[in-house]
């Protein structure tokens, strides 16, 4: 178990490891189709990939909130459940939990709503996301003939009546805003915490590799809209450069946490120490 607690002004906050993926050069370089296998090479040799998944856990306004859930116990890769693990680690039972915040429907972000028996994870959280991002999804999966999109339009319709819709610019709790980022998936969106003068932007699936902060084009394969990701990246690293947000990024080696620089046509970052 992974777990790395700090304070953004008075709200509360844990970076939890879900797990960590095994990357190899062939998965990399499958996943970044519009970069050649020699540029995708020669960008691991400079930025060795990451494979790690980074959750955020805060409390705010007397909520506990857990943005994401993972993968649980129910299927995934191998040595996954470490969000469960961080939790209990911290005393924090799964029905301790208020609000879950939903970035966005892809497997590594929800499959952790329920347990491997079935049950609800989080039994006493509100779910909240786009509605946008439920549009996108149970579409999608309801048109498609694979069992595990079948099974993920399952999980999801299965705990409808705990979902309510957020828009972006909005408060879940005080201090803790939603941020646009949509592109990676139409509804994908973020958290900015707001307190005492302090601030974390949590960018989850903005980028996912290293490479990526100079290679801002590089558009990664499960994007929605890779145009439109692209766009909400070069704008969002910019922001960060600008305003120096420490920011969370899903996918960077844990905890993910750092700060974003300009740097020539691109982007440099710089993991907290």
Known sequence: MTVHQLQIGDIKCAVLQEGEVETTLDAVAARYPGASRAQVEAAVAKYPPS????????EAGGKRILADVGFGD???????????????????????????????????????????????????ARCLTQKAEWDEWTARW??????????RLALISGQRERFSFVDVGEEIAPGVTVVDLAGHTLGHTGLLLESQGERLLHAVD?????????????????DSDGAMAEATRRTMLRKCADEQLLTLFYHMPFPGLGRVQAAGAGFRYLPLE
Do not use: C, K
């Open 142 to 151: 309801g048109a498609s003939d694979a069992a595990r999109d079948a099974y």
């Open 206 to 222: 903005l980028l996912h590799q290293p490479f990526q902060f100079e290679h801002v084009g590089w558009h990664f394969g499960l």
């Open 51 to 58: 494979g790690s998944l980074n959750l955020l856990y805060l």
């Open 74 to 124: 129910n299927a995934g890769p191998p040595n996954m459940g470490g969000v469960l693990r961080g939790l209990g680690s911290l005393g924090i039972a799964p029905g301790a939990i208020d609000i879950l915040y939903i970035t966005h429907f892809h497997g590594d972000h929800i499959t952790g709503l329920a347990n491997g028996d079935g049950s609800v994870a989080f039994p006493n």
